[in-house]
Nanobody, 125 residues
């Protein structure tokens, strides 16, 4: 069973940036795709961005275009999420997820087989 561990969250001020990381416990793990989701207080979990491990294609939620960037370090098998110009509405627990097989919709939670425990991002005014 692969474990995903997120890190990099914290308390930041509006306008600042953060870079979240997601590391797999098994360095030989090779998913088909990985993604980031977030859950704000009192709301359901929502899709942020996904990335194909096969061709590096990326898909962003509309709100994430322009300020969010997904990337990966192939050598270390780490997934990143860079968030710029943070706003209070970005306050949420951020989760990374991995799909072990080919899926038709990487924006759907059901497409992912493994999840991290989440990392809290809090943006103050």
């Amino acid at each position: 069973q692969v474990q995903l561990v997120e890190s990099g969250g914290g308390l930041v001020r509006t306008g600042e940036s953060l870079k979240l990381s997601c590391a797999a416990s098994d360095h030989t793990f090779s998913p088909v795709g990985m993604g980031w989701f977030r859950q704000a207080p009192g709301k359901g979990r929502e899709f942020v961005v996904a990335m194909s491990w096969v061709n590096n294609n990326r898909a962003y939620a509309d709100f994430a275009k322009g300020r969010f960037t997904i990337s990966r370090d192939n050598a270390k098998n780490i997934l990143y999420l860079q968030i710029g110009s943070l706003i209070p509405e970005d306050t949420a627990i951020y989760y990374c997820a991995a799909a072990g097989g080919v899926r038709t919709d990487y924006k759907a939670e059901q497409s992912y087989d493994f999840w991290g425990q989440g990392t809290q991002v809090t943006v103050s005014l």
